[in-house]
Structures are given as C-alpha cells and as structure tokens.
C-alpha cells in the first residue's frame, strides 16, 4: 500500500500570502497525484488531478507540481475562501485508493 | 453531470449493520468504479472499497474485510454500502466518490451509539 505524507499539518497565513503545501508518497505514484479541498460540513471538492492538471472551475492561483514521490500544491495569493484543509490522493497503483492526512490551513 | 445522492443519517446500536444507498441522478456509472470513503470526526478520509458495476468487480481495504459489503444495482445506477458489527469507532461521515469524473456524494453520517 502506498503511503502519502502530507507536510505540514498546519499553515497559518494571511490572505494574500503565499501556501506551499507538501505530499509526499512511499513509493513512485507516477503523475496520478490528486489534491482535494475540503470545508467544514462538506464533501472534498477536486482542485488537481494527474499532479498538475486544474480541475474544471478551479482559480489559476492553485497549481500542483511534482512527479514520481514529490508533490507539491502551491496557492499563490490566499484568497478567504482557501483556508480549509486539504488532502492528496493516489490512484497509481490501487486498490487501495490512498489519502494524506491532510495539511489545514489556517488564518492567522 | 452526474449528481451522486446518498441517503439519510442513521443511528445505529452497537453489534448491528446499516446500508447506505448512493444513487447516480443525471446519468449513469456503470462502467466506472465507485468508491466509498469514510471520515470520522475531526478525522482524515478513509478509503473502504470500491465496485465497478459493469465488470461486478469489487475490492476491499483489508481493514474492512469481512464486515463491508459493497453492491451495485445496474438498472438504478445505485451503490450500496453495508457495514456490519458496527462498533463506536464506526461513527463517521460516509461518502461515495465516482473515480472516473472524481464526482462526490453529500456523504452520509452514521453514529453508533448505545
């Protein structure tokens, strides 16, 4: 089973600021690298697919990047309605679908 | 679109089972593969198994094997979700989740309590 580790588990920053938000896998998922936004009291909402590939709808101010074990979402300027949490998934080699543990971000 | 519509919370007694229904409305999943995840509370999402209908394959998270059983119903587009033995830890939000165009249910919660 493939692991994800999300890092970190918490970022707090400012609207406006910057989010690098960090998942990293046990073995090579490929590009099959998904990154999922959730809110409280709803279902995750897809932002990524395929590592890098904006999901429809989604701001250009999210972007994903990174291959094989090393991924990396990146929110360039934090808009109110980006602090959530967020969540990575693999689908390279399932079952088992796999998820991170998740990285909050938070305002501080 | 497809809109995935699951159905009502459920409160459960410790020791028995409970079947969650997601049924697919604007078209049809037959050939993707529809999973289920859960999340506790204040908890991260959990992968449980998924079927494709077309195929009637269905897979397992080893942790779940033998008390979940996952249906597919061809001619409703409806998933079935059956947990049995439930205990307290089972209290979770449960959501379905078609894989192919990443489409969510609204995710269903399931308290276990005495």
Known sequence: EIVLTQSPATLSLSPGERATLSCRASQSVNNYLTWYQQKPGQAPRLLIYDASKRATGIPARFSGSGSGTDFTLTISSLEPEDFAVYYCQQRSNWPPLTFGGGTKVEIK | ?114
């Open chain 2, 1 to 114: 679109q497809v809109h995935l519509v699951q159905s009502g919370a459920e409160v459960k007694k410790p020791g028995s089972s409970v079947k969650v229904s997601c049924k697919a409305s604007g078209g049809t999943f037959n050939n993707h593969p529809i999973s289920w995840v859960r999340q506790a509370p204040g908890q991260g999402l959990e992968w449980m198994g998924r079927i494709i209908p077309v195929l009637a394959i269905v897979n397992y998270a080893q942790k779940f094997q033998g008390r979940l059983t996952i249906t597919a119903d061809k001619s409703t587009s409806t998933a079935y979700m059956e947990l049995s033995s439930l205990r307290s830890e089972d209290t979770a939000v449960y959501y379905c989740l078609e894989n192919y165009f990443d489409y969510w249910g609204q995710g269903t919660l399931v308290t276990v309590s005495p």
